[in-house]
């Protein structure tokens, strides 16, 4: 219980400065159109009124927390799953291109990271490219790719997974080669005393020492392979996807619309993040480990 409450308590505390927060924000932002109105109308608000008018603007520069809350209640709860409006089919597309990029980044970043362990000229040569090619901006690589493959014939999953891909491998094999890495000298000497091969050195020392520098990495490449996917879909004029919502909803200046669709990625993020924490939990267990 009291770890629970050690938990929730810094996370409720930080949520509700935040709330404040984007409220004051909202106040300033949303203050200069408000007057114009009021100045144009003749009207002059009480303090009261004019922070309540700031607060409920159809289309504000900064929406409310609780505009959000009510765009994001309507379009996930109101609306058919099913629907072009509903955040749940649009977070639904998005996740389908995040789950393929992030499992062929995955095995990417994992077989990267065995043949910089096992191969000295692979880390010499492949690494610093590797590391290189996280310099190049996302938003200059997604619109040449979707383009590249479009003039063969090939559009929908498979670009947006590719992109997805390209951010989710690199995490990965930095993380796993420096969990590969991770044995101790004298258990590696140890091995060599009983004279294990390479293979079941690997399979027997490196490979469960790296799981848990493998999971760390796979959370930040799940989140990284989110972004790729919704990236992903502002070139390719998709008309579904969390990209696709956000691009409509600059078009046409609903910018509760862009929120309420930026929430429901935070949401996808945090229960991709949740669950390949449970994996690495499982596992561990799995394999013998003792909770901390």
Do not use: C
């Amino acid at each position: 219980m009291d770890s629970f409450r050690s938990k929730i308590i810094p996370v409720t505390t930080l949520l509700a400065v935040l709330v404040v927060a984007w409220y004051a924000f909202a106040v300033v932002l949303n203050g200069p159109f408000q007057r114009d109105l009021d100045r144009r109308a003749g009207e002059t608000p009480g303090q009261i009124e004019f922070l309540m008018r700031t607060w409920s603007q159809p289309k504000p520069t900064l929406p409310a927390p609780h505009q959000v809350a009510q765009n994001f209640y309507k379009s996930t709860f109101t609306v058919k799953p099913w629907s072009n409006r509903s955040l749940i089919y649009h977070s639904w597309v998005t996740l389908s291109s995040t789950f393929v990029g992030f499992v062929f980044g995955a095995a990417l970043g994992i077989l990267i990271a065995v043949g910089i362990v096992h191969f000295a000229s692979l880390d010499r040569s492949l690494m610093p490219w590797i590391i290189t090619s996280q310099t190049i901006p996302i938003l200059a690589i997604a619109p040449m790719v979707v383009v590249v493959f479009a003039s063969i014939g090939i559009t929908g999953l498979f670009p947006k997974a590719l992109i997805s891909t390209y951010l989710s491998f690199f995490p990965v094999a930095v993380g796993m080669v420096k969990g590969l890495r991770s044995p101790e000298v004298m258990h590696l000497d140890l091995m060599r005393t009983y004279n294990a091969t390479r293979p079941q050195v690997f399979w027997k020392l490196r490979a469960p020492a790296s799981l848990p520098f493998l999971f760390a990495s796979m959370k930040v490449a799940v989140a990284a392979s989110l972004v790729g996917a919704i990236v992903a879909e502002l070139p390719t004029g998709a008309v579904a996807g969390i990209g696709a919502k956000l691009l409509n909803g600059a078009y046409y200046s609903q910018t509760i619309d862009i929120w309420a669709a930026l929430v429901a990625g935070s949401l996808v993020a945090v229960m991709l993040v949740a669950l390949v924490g449970l994996a690495g939990r499982i596992t561990d267990r799995a394999m013998g480990g003792r909770p901390a």
